[in-house]
């Protein structure tokens, strides 16, 4: 079974910190995308990455895809709380979408 | 374009009694996904339809759980016989084809069993 594993799962992190949160996933894909999620809502789209290589970037939030490697990472810089909220990496594979756990992330002021 | 339109948002049920939760797809789509959220994990994927047809089932449980997508009208996921357990938020998606390309999300149904 194709599986997702992000880390960490709880990130709480200062305002004005960089961080990244990884995502590790197990099948061939040339697909990534990352999700935003706020207490109680659906899923925001983020980014969807569709090559090896690929890096997107919109304001502080930069991911990138290592299809080789099979990881994507997201990168944080210069958290503000705007940004606390749970984020999901996902791959698509035969008809459906597999999910990470998640990355709880928490921007203390 | 009003979006993926999932009602109710919250729906409340006690043991035994059946949910039935809807979703309309973004216009043009005709590819309809519905997702399981349990508390403090990620979605997990259950059905996968296009009009009239269940393409893949791979992710429902075999008992009491059922999903449709007739040529009129919205999908409607449904859940006999509710337990405890089906206590989730349960999401679906649509899309224009398949591959992941203008996959967009409907707000949930939040299902409480009481």
């Known amino acids: 079974e194709l599986k997702v594993e992000q880390n960490p799962l709880f990130l709480s992190m200062q305002e004005g910190k960089n961080y990244t949160i990884y995502c590790n996933y197990s099948t061939t894909s040339d697909r990534l995308y990352w999700y935003r999620q706020d207490p109680g809502k659906s899923l925001e789209s983020l980014f969807v990455?569709?090559?090896?290589?690929a890096v997107k970037q919109e304001g502080r939030l930069m991911a990138s895809l290592d299809t080789k490697a099979r990881l994507s990472t997201l990168h944080i810089t210069a958290a503000v709380h705007d940004l606390s909220a749970t984020y999901f990496c996902?791959?698509?594979?035969?008809?459906?979408?597999?999910f990470g756990t998640g990355t709880s992330l928490t921007v203390i002021p | 374009n009003a979006g993926v339109m999932q009602n109710p948002r919250h729906l409340v049920r006690r043991r035994g009694q059946e949910a039935r939760l809807r979703c309309s797809p973004m216009k043009g789509h005709s590819h309809v996904y519905w997702y399981r959220q349990l508390p403090e994990e990620g979605l997990k994927f259950m059905v996968y339809l296009q009009k009239e047809n269940i393409i893949d089932e791979s992710g429902m449980p075999k008992e009491r759980f059922s999903a449709e997508f007739p040529k009129e009208g919205p999908s409607i996921l449904r859940i006999q016989q509710v337990v405890r357990g089906d206590s989730a938020a349960y999401f679906c998606?649509?899309?224009?084809?398949?591959?992941?390309?203008?996959?967009?999300f409907g707000s949930g149904t939040r299902l409480t069993v009481v």
């Open positions: 990455l569709l090559s090896n290589g």
């Open positions: 996902a791959v698509d594979s035969s008809n459906q979408f597999y």
């Open positions: 998606a649509s899309s224009r084809g398949t591959g992941g390309f203008g996959y967009t």
